[in-house]
């Protein structure tokens, strides 16, 4: 995982990234046979190791788009998501406003982070409605308790998912949200097809991310998703992309339902 600590602006965190990413190449190949008798292996053991090394060193790419997956954020980036000008950059009270979201609603936070969205979320579908907030790092789901215990909310499960299954009840949830997240899924595919198992027949996946047809937002481009990434990454996974809202200064909101086969 990596540690977003020196996070200082949305610009910063790939600087640390890239120094972990150099870091884990440079010890792939420290680490194999090579350093210690190179000259006892045959030709083939060799091309098998660089083989190796340089798949460890690749970044992830999405199989249908190509698109560079995001470093996941870690705990030390946790701050940053409560940052003073987040809710003059994100409006965040607007983006659940144009989910219509209505009380005793099943929702699910997924990558909740710290609960920047999962509270708000809360008070929206009230003590009749529930909220899975789901994360694959405990730091952040620690962080998430405080927060709910400090504001006396109760209807909120806090869910420790994995990487590829975000570890939802089958048919139970009404709208599945990840707010700046897809972007950083190591396994969307598998998660997308357990988050479809997740909803009711009449329920909805939203993704909230940064536009990156517009080159003017200050996010790292693998931090941003274009409309024609999301629509072929997440269609190809059994939804259908339904509207896609643009009322946010620099997100947009893509609205899914899923697809039931008859
Ligand atoms: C940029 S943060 C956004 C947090 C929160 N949604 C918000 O807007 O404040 C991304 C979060 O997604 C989580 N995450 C990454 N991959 C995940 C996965 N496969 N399942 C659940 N959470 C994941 C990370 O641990 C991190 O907390």
Redesign the pocket.
């Known amino acids: 995982m990596i540690n977003t600590a020196q996070r200082s602006t949305v610009l910063a965190p790939n600087m640390v990234n890239r120094t972990f990413r150099v870091r884990v190449c440079r010890n792939t190949i420290k680490n194999t046979p090579l350093r210690a008798g190179f000259p006892a292996f045959s030709l083939s053991a060799l091309l098998l190791l660089l083989i190796f090394a340089a798949g460890a060193c690749a970044q992830t790419v999405h199989p249908l788009t190509g698109r560079r997956i995001a470093p ?2 870690g705990i030390g ?1 946790a701050d940053w ?1 409560e940052r003073s000008e987040r809710e003059r950059e994100e409006h965040p009270d607007d983006a659940l406003d144009a989910l219509n979201i209505k009380a005793g609603t099943v929702v699910a ?6 609960g ?2 999962t509270t708000r979320l809360a008070k929206r579908v009230g003590t009749a409605g529930k909220v899975f907030a ?4 405990p730091e ?1 789901l620690s962080r998430l308790r405080e927060r709910l215990y400090r504001e006396h909310i109760t209807n909120v499960e806090p869910v420790l ?1 994995t ?1 590829a299954d ?1 570890k939802l009840p089958a048919g139970k949830i009404d709208l599945i949200l ?4 897809y972007h ?4 969307p595919q598998r ?1 997308l097809r357990k988050m479809k198992e997740a909803l009711k027949p009449d329920g909805r996946l939203v993704l909230i991310e940064y536009r990156k047809e517009d080159p003017t937002i200050p996010i790292r481009p693998e931090h941003k998703m274009s409309v024609a990434e999301v629509k072929t990454e997440v269609e190809a996974e059994g939804f259908r992309l339904a509207e896609v809202l643009k009322n946010l200064p620099r997100q947009n909101i893509f609205v899914f339902v899923p697809l039931r086969v008859m």
């Open positions: 996941t954020m980036g998501l936070d997924v990558g909740a982070g710290i920047y969205i789901t994360d694959i790092q952040m998912s990487q975000p990840m707010v700046d997240v950083e899924l190591t396994q998660v």
